[in-house]
């Protein structure tokens, strides 16, 4: 045990170099997060926030009643939500002894400041707790309506620091779980003693694989040349902080690290305790980062004000020519240089107060009078803004800032006597209001256009300064009387401040108030002039536009960027945590073009947002619905106890739209059909989730609509299949792949041969032949069915009208039957296609028929009669296709001018064995005969068919009992069979 004191005490040391890292981390994030930037974030996502914090959070009024605590409150304190909820907070935690500090910390919060310390407080139970204690004013528009409490448990980092005391067990396990790799090795040959977990995780090497070999051995120096100066700098010094080199892992894979390491004395040894941060990442960030820098810096350049980033100690990280030649340092002494070098001491405290509280607020701040020292020792009065720079995750890692010299403004603003400074502001607008403070008298002139703009008239106001310093908003008022001080006191150039003072209607403004205060020969300020502007407008545009650029216009909910940020965070938690379980669902309006044609798009607009209105009523607390446009909505369903969650509520919402819309004077029915995708790790970017939600949608619509699928593997097999057969789809109208198959259609009366069906037939070259009904659904969706349409169409009546040459006809030429999608239907170039097509091949019109399904004819219908007639004036004939068996309405029938309905396949099939549908094709031979339309039976396979059919005057028919599809040189012999012979035979 002796040998390994010196170990023991290494490792204690190292695990409090972790921990005290790790405690500033959390103090860092739990102050570093700005609490005003969260009047623009959505009510969910500060629920989320505020529920499942890992701190104890409360909300208390102003006067520390308790309003709200979360899970981990209750979970800290032991007191439940209806136990706490309107207790005094101080009474409910304080212990007695430290009554007044809590009392006194809740008077400050209230009086809207922040406080933020350490102390013990008192469990339900009366056990103390030392905890961590933030508090902090929360504001609504410009009131502070309640204050936000966060309080963390210290106490495991006593018991952990005491129980690592306790046990070099305990030690060692610090060691190995130290986060980043770590090892100890033998200082003269680089042996490896120890490693720990992270050493294993990020290199590959076992633990068991590493000990006793060299770091040579294990090819950890990508450069060996690498590890010579690291030692050269450790003999020098001791140690080596920050050594940036590439190591490279068991796999080959090379990676970047900062290696820190230590000379210890270890069973009598010397050897290195050494530290790794893996930086690979950023680094690689930072390369495509440089990409950039080339433009960023132009248009930096192309900025008249000097340009410079700080960060977050100060120093000069960017900047551009103007600021270089302000401060007259090269560039390469420029860069790294701090604050406090280029300005006086008290100068540089008041910088680093601007900058704290830019850091603690995360507002921009402004810098009036900041005096800068050139390298060649001369100085320059400049002004400068001050804003946060924030990383991806909106935490605070620089300032950036414009730098004006306004030197020579200085001093032509110090010549210019009260009465042209008067006029001088007044002069800058007719809307400003112009003020004047004695500083001897104490006393203000108000310009009636001052008192006009907060509503007061002439009488209403006196000459003190508290008729404006009363005025201005609590939350301002401080830092409106400092500024104005600091300007008194210092030789600033000018005042200017932006604040908010009330109205005499009990609102408040946002104004601009400018100034400058005349100085006699000590420096002294005797009186200070200036004008007030109400830029009240331009605040509540740029607030307005930034609500814009996350919401939906029309609706209100997020939009797409909103949503995508906050799935992108969704997914980064359940990968940090692993017990964040989250889903999407992709949810599209089933009809809704229907009812934006049908109503016009005012009606639609309004239909949206009660769509919109619905879905956040069937959604948790917590959980976000955005539109991401047209008739497709999103919703981010977060915490999901199981998987059945989100199926429960794509229930609710299917079950809620399955009542009707009221928009205005129209009852409006629709439905929604859902994809459901569960967030899970292997997802590497929001938009995958998104994609594959949107795929489990489209699945949903493709099975019948109003209904919600889940998304699995198999339907990212299948959309990547039909992705693939879209792209030789694609191909396969240019490579000739298409061919026609004939299907004869007879006489009811006789078999003989009246008409032919055509129909498509596709031959992939490596799946061979290719019915229908698996790629025509994929043509109409990539809109490849119009081209493929024109080519059917132009085939067909060039074949028909080459066999009624070949044979012609006895009595009337030989017709054939083209279906048409109804996405042909709808091409506006339908009419000019067929047209084109008998043109091109002589076809005479009357020897065209057009087949179509009832759903063309129901949707859309005063377009589609519009189009039947223009059909009909060229002469083709119109049939229904698979009559029955869509919409059950017959009114349409009386609409359109139609020629013949064929009865599908589904009722011929069954004549023999089912009364009902020997009931139904009766009826529908008896409508087509009263409307004076033809009849064409599909899918006759048996005699007991065709006989029923014929006894009841069935006009055409056709089925594998006469003959199935052929292939043209089949037809052309038949052709001329049936030229000579009175009946298609069955056999063929």
């Not at 103390?128 to 204050?147: F, H, W």
């Not at 893996?278 to 690689?284: A, F, K």
């Not at 310093?469 to 830092?479: I, Q, T, W």
Request: net charge negative; hydrophobic share 40%.
């Amino acid at each position: 045990m002796a040998a390994m004191a010196p170990l023991t005490l290494v490792l204690l040391a190292l695990l409090a170099v972790a921990l005290a890292t790790l405690v500033w981390a959390l103090v860092r994030r739990s102050r570093g997060r700005p609490i005003g930037g969260v009047e623009g974030t959505e009510r969910a996502l500060l629920d989320q926030l505020f529920e499942f914090a890992p701190q104890a959070i409360v909300l208390a009024d102003v006067d520390s009643r308790v309003i709200r605590i979360n899970s981990e409150f209750t979970r800290l304190f032991g007191y439940r939500a209806k136990e706490a909820r309107g207790r005094s907070l101080d009474e409910l935690l304080a212990p007695d002894r430290l009554r007044g500090e809590a009392e006194a910390a809740t008077a400050r919060v209230a009086r809207g400041g922040r406080v933020s310390f350490d102390t013990i407080r008192r469990r339900r139970d009366g056990t103390l707790v030392p905890v961590s204690v933030l508090g902090t004013p929360i504001l609504y528009g410009r009131s502070q309506i309640a204050v936000f409490g966060m309080y963390r448990d210290i106490s495991q980092l006593t018991r952990t620091l005491e129980a690592l005391r306790a046990s070099e067990e305990q030690f060692s396990k610090a060691f190995r779980h130290t986060p980043g790799p770590a090892l100890i090795s033998t200082l003269r040959d680089g042996r490896l003693i120890e490693v720990n977990d992270a050493f294993v995780e990020i290199t590959g090497w076992a633990r068991d694989e590493a000990l006793g070999r060299t770091t040579l051995d294990l090819g950890l120096w990508a450069e060996p040349t690498a590890r010579d100066r690291a030692l050269a700098r450790i003999e020098q010094a001791g140690a080596v902080r920050n050594f940036e080199y590439l190591f490279r892992t068991k796999s080959g894979e090379l990676r970047t690290g900062l290696f820190s390491a230590d000379v210890i004395e270890l069973r009598g040894e010397r050897c290195l305790l050494a530290l790794t941060s893996d930086i690979t990442e950023r680094t690689r960030a930072e390369r495509a980062l440089r990409g950039s820098e080339e433009r960023y810096q132009t248009v930096l350049e192309a900025i008249e004000d000097g340009y410079y980033e700080l960060d977050t100690s100060g120093r000069i990280t960017a900047f551009n020519g103007t600021f270089e030649r302000l401060l007259g340092y090269p560039p390469i002494r420029l860069r790294g240089l701090a604050y406090p070098e280029f300005t006086d001491a008290v100068t540089a405290r008041r910088i680093g107060g601007v900058l704290s509280e830019v850091y603690a607020s995360g507002t921009p701040q402004r810098i009036l009078d900041w005096e800068v020292i050139r390298a060649d020792g001369l100085r320059r009065t400049v002004e400068a803004s001050v804003s946060p720079v924030r990383d991806a995750e909106s935490w605070i890692v620089g300032y950036r800032g414009i730098v004006r010299d306004v030197t020579d403004r200085i001093r032509t603003e110090r010549a210019l006597r009260e009465s042209e400074e008067r006029y001088a502001l007044a002069a800058r607008g007719a809307n400003d209001g112009l003020w004047d403070w004695n500083l001897a008298t104490n006393t203000i002139y108000y310009s009636p256009r001052w008192k006009a703009m907060l509503g007061y008239g002439g009488g209403e106001i006196g000459e003190s300064p508290d008729d404006w310093l009363r005025r201005v908003h609590p939350e301002d008022a401080a830092r409106v009387r400092a500024e104005l001080d600091g300007h008194a006191r210092s030789p600033s150039p000018h005042f200017e401040s932006e604040h908010r003072i009330l109205h005499k209607d009990g609102s408040y403004r946002w104004v601009l108030c400018r100034g400058v205060a005349e100085r006699d020969g000590l420096g002294k300020a005797s009186r200070m002039a200036g004008s007030l502007t109400d830029i009240s407008d331009r605040k509540w545009a740029e607030e307005r536009l930034m609500h814009d650029a996350l919401h939906d216009v029309l609706t209100g909910l997020p939009n797409r960027a909103l949503f995508m940020t906050l799935l992108e965070r969704a997914l980064g938690r359940l990968k940090r945590r692993g017990d964040h379980p989250f889903a999407v669902l992709f949810l599209d309006v089933d009809r809704f073009k229907v009812v934006n044609d049908s109503l016009g798009h005012m009606v639609g607009d309004q239909f949206l947002i009660e769509v919109a209105r619905r879905l956040l009523r069937c959604v948790r607390p917590g959980d976000t619905v955005a539109r991401l446009g047209g008739d497709e909505f999103t919703v981010l369903l977060e915490d999901i106890g199981e998987g059945a969650d989100a199926t429960r509520i794509a229930e609710r919402i299917q079950a809620d739209f399955a009542t009707a819309i009221q928009v205005g004077a129209n009852e409006v029915y629709t439905s929604a059909s859902i994809g459901i995708a569960h967030g899970e790790a292997h997802y590497q970017r929001a938009e995958e989730l998104l994609r594959d939600a949107d795929t489990a949608m489209y699945r949903a619509k493709s099975h019948g609509r109003a209904r919600h699928e889940i998304f699995d593997a198999a339907m990212h097999d299948r959309a990547v299949r039909e992705l693939q057969l879209e792209t030789d789809l694609r191909h396969a109208l240019e490579r000739q792949q298409f061919t026609l198959a004939y299907q004869p259609i007879v006489s009811g009366k006789t078999a003989r041969l009246v008409g032919l069906e055509a129909l498509l037939r596709w031959h992939h070259p490596e799946h061979g032949l290719i019915a229908p009904s698996e790629f025509i659904r994929v043509a109409e969706e990539t809109g490849l069915i119009n081209a493929i349409g024109r080519w059917v169409l132009g085939e067909a009546c060039r074949q028909v009208t080459r066999w009624q040459a070949l044979v012609p006809p006895a009595d009337r030429p030989l017709p054939v039957s083209v279906n048409l999608s109804a996405r042909q239907f709808g091409d506006p170039a339908l009419v000019e296609t067929i047209a084109d097509a008998l043109a091109v091949t002589g076809m005479s019109p009357g020897s065209l028929r057009l087949e179509i399904t009832e759903s063309v004819l129901m949707d859309h219908a005063e377009a589609n009669v519009r189009l039947l007639t223009q059909l009909k004036r060229l002469g083709v004939e119109i049939e229904v296709d698979d009559f029955g068996t869509g919409y059950s309405s017959l009114g349409y029938l009386h609409r359109f001018r139609l020629d013949a309905l064929k009865i599908d396949r589904s009722f011929v099939g069954r004549l023999e064995v089912d009364p009902e549908n020997r009931e139904i094709v009766k009826t529908i031979v008896t409508l087509a005969r009263n409307l004076n339309m033809a009849v064409i039976a599909e899918g006759v396979e048996t005699e007991g068919q065709r006989t029923y059919l014929r006894e009841l005057g069935c006009d055409f028919m056709q089925g594998f009992l006469f003959a199935g599809p052929l292939e043209p040189p089949d037809i052309e012999a038949l052709l001329r069979e049936a030229a000579g012979a009175p009946a298609v035979s069955a056999s063929r």
